[in-house]
């Protein structure tokens, strides 16, 4: 069997690290409490993987800028995607975590800007665009379909044998 090269080598002894930490520690589960001081209910797991799919679907990557954090192989999305996850378990509304993300990275972070102020422009320019454009096709299919009168007088007047 051949040695691993010194960069796979490192990569499975890092790993080894993590996993040897991750199960020495002992397993908790956040929680946090309402103003009354009772805990909050904890949410099944399928439900906080549902909300941070969802919602890590619909923040920016900083790193890879096209992606969400969902679709981003990233280490800073990876992280981010666990802070969100940790969050929802906390027992956060979708706001609550949105706005955490808004707070530090600003509007950019969001995938789908808000319809207000100039980000408006970018869900009304593309239907306005598309409406010119119907407006240019239709009058020029209408100059297009509509009989010239100076082309029918010259040939429709005259015969062929003539």
Request: net charge positive; with cysteine.
């Given at each position: ?9 490192a990569?499975?002894?890092?790993l080894?690290?993590?996993l ?19 805990a909050?209910p904890a949410?099944?797991?399928s ?9 890590a ?29 940790s ?12 706005g955490?993300?808004?707070s530090k ?15 408006l422009?970018?869900y009304?320019l ?7 454009g119907?407006v ?5 299919v209408?100059r297009?379909t509509r009989?010239s ?8 007047g005259?015969?062929p044998?003539?």
């Amino acid at each position: 069997m051949t040695a691993l090269p010194p960069l796979r080598r490192a990569r499975w002894l890092r790993l080894a690290g993590i996993l040897l930490v991750g199960a020495s520690l002992p397993a908790q589960q956040p929680r946090s409490a309402d103003p009354a001081g009772r805990a909050a209910p904890a949410l099944p797991d399928s439900v906080v993987e549902a909300r941070t799919t969802a919602l890590a679907g619909s923040l920016r990557c900083p790193v890879c800028q096209g992606l969400s954090i969902q679709d981003s192989p990233s280490e800073l999305a990876q992280q981010m995607r666990a802070l969100i996850k940790s969050q929802v378990a906390e027992g956060k509304s979708d706001a609550e975590v949105r706005g955490y993300f808004l707070s530090k990275y600003g509007e950019f972070i969001l995938l789908e800007p808000r319809a207000r102020g100039f980000n408006l422009l970018a869900y009304l320019l593309p239907a306005a665009i598309l409406a010119l454009g119907g407006v240019i096709v239709a009058l020029n299919v209408r100059r297009w379909t509509r009989p010239s009168g100076g082309a029918g007088a010259q040939t429709g007047g005259s015969s062929p044998g003539a």
